[in-house]
C-alpha cells in the first residue's frame, strides 16, 4: 500500500525556524536583564526598578495581554489573569525579582506545553495516515 504523500508527508503546519526563535528571543531577553539586575549590585534602586519592569514587560505582554482580552470570555478565573495578578502582586510588596522570575518560569512552561501539544499533534496525524497499512487484513 502506498502511503498519501499529501497526508503524511506535509510539513506545512510545521513553524519555521524564524517564528521558532521570536518565542525565545522575549524569554532570553528578559533573562539576561533579571540576572544582571540581580547579579550587578553597583545599580542604584531607580536603575534597578527600570530593569526589573522592562525585563517583567518583555515576558509578560502576551499573559498580560491574555489576561485582559479574557476577562469577558473566561472570567476572573483564569491562569492568565491569576499569574499576572500575582507577579504583579510580588512588584507591589517590593519582591520584584520573583516577580520578573515566576512570569519568566510561566512562559517557560508555556513554550514546552506548547512544544508538546504540537509534537502530539503531529504524531497523531502520521499515525492516521498510518493506519490503512495495519487494518487487519480478514476478508
Not at 106 to 115: K, L
Amino acid at each position: 500500500m502506498i502511503l498519501d504523500k499529501k497526508c503524511c508527508l506535509d510539513d506545512n503546519n510545521e513553524k519555521s525556524t524564524g517564528s521558532k526563535l521570536k518565542l525565545y528571543i522575549p524569554i532570553l531577553i528578559s533573562f539576561i536583564l533579571l540576572s544582571t539586575t540581580v547579579l550587578w549590585g553597583d545599580i542604584d534602586k531607580m536603575g534597578q526598578l527600570v530593569l526589573f519592569y522592562a525585563a517583567y514587560f518583555i515576558v509578560a505582554r502576551k499573559a498580560l495581554w491574555k489576561a485582559v482580552t479574557g476577562i469577558p470570555k473566561r472570567g476572573i478565573f483564569n491562569e492568565h489573569f491569576l499569574m499576572s495578578i500575582a507577579t504583579i502582586g510580588s512588584f507591589f510588596i517590593g519582591a520584584y525579582s520573583e516577580g520578573v522570575a515566576v512570569m519568566l518560569f510561566y512562559e517557560i512552561g508555556e513554550v514546552i506545553q506548547n512544544a508538546a501539544v504540537n509534537r502530539a499533534k503531529k504524531f497523531g496525524s502520521v499515525s492516521k495516515c498510518m493506519m490503512p497499512l495495519f487494518r487487519d487484513k480478514k476478508a
